[in-house]
């Protein structure tokens, strides 16, 4: 089975830092997804970003990036110029390819930043 | 609407009660997820539907918990008999199976059920 770990439930950054948010998976499978999710207080998750297993490009969208490592199994999430509205708890999370298309998640990582 | 909308956004009931939370899908998505978050347990997978082929319903914890999908769309997730232990964020999500984004789930903003 699946699994995904989030090593850090808690994080802080100061306001236009940047910050790293660890995650690593296991699984034997070679096709897979990767993604980040955010939940801010309001309970809906949000995508961030996303990364497709196939392609050695690390994924970006505007201040989010991902540090993608699939020999280590390791997709970490990188937010540069942190913004007072990125306060929320993250999710990394997994899916297959083919087949079985739900989400693996990870335990999220609450993230505080710092005015 | 623009968004995967549920319904109600809070419910509290009576152990032993029945509930019915209900999920309306983005218009034109064939997959519907079902999802609970609690605080012992994280985020699992309940039950997936795909168009008209018979749904996952491998993470269903109990057979008190059943969910339907009507006419391809809207779906409710029910739980006969609530426990305590059924006390979560219930999260809703569909997503295209052809396309660009094929395989992101958008969420909905969630059912918060509370169980006394």
């Known amino acids: 089975a699946q699994t995904v770990t989030q090593s850090q439930p808690e994080m802080s950054v100061q306001e236009a830092e940047t910050v790293t948010l660890s995650c690593t998976y296991d699984?034997?499978?070679?096709?897979?997804?990767l993604f980040w999710y955010k939940q801010p207080p309001s309970r809906q998750m949000i995508l961030v970003i996303r990364q497709e297993a196939y392609k050695q490009q690390n994924a970006t969208e505007n201040r989010f990036s991902v540090n993608f490592q699939k020999a280590a199994k390791s997709f970490s999430l990188k937010i540069s110029d942190s913004q007072l509205g990125d306060a929320a708890m993250y999710f990394c999370a997994y899916r297959l390819y083919f087949g079985n298309e739900k989400l693996t998640f990870g335990t999220g990582t609450r993230l505080t930043i710092i005015p | 609407g623009a968004g995967v909308s549920q319904s109600p956004s809070n419910k509290v009931t009576e152990k032993g009660k029945d509930v019915e939370l209900r999920c309306d899908p983005i218009?034109?998505?064939?997959?519907l997820y079902w999802y609970r978050q609690s605080l012992g347990q994280g985020l699992e997978f309940l039950i997936y539907?795909?168009?008209?082929?018979?749904?996952?319903k491998s993470g269903l914890p109990s057979d008190r918990f059943s969910a339907e999908r009507t006419g391809g769309s809207v779906s409710t997730l029910t739980i006969q008999r609530t426990q305590q232990e059924d006390s979560a964020v219930y999260l809703c999500?569909?997503?295209?199976?052809?396309?660009?984004?094929?395989?992101?789930?958008?969420f909905g903003p969630g059912t918060r059920l509370l169980v006394l």
């Open positions: 699984t034997s499978e070679s096709d897979y997804y």
């Open positions: 539907f795909q168009g008209n082929s018979a749904p996952d």
């Open positions: 218009s034109g998505h064939t997959a």
């Open positions: 999500a569909s997503s295209l199976r052809t396309g660009a984004n094929q395989e992101t789930q958008y």
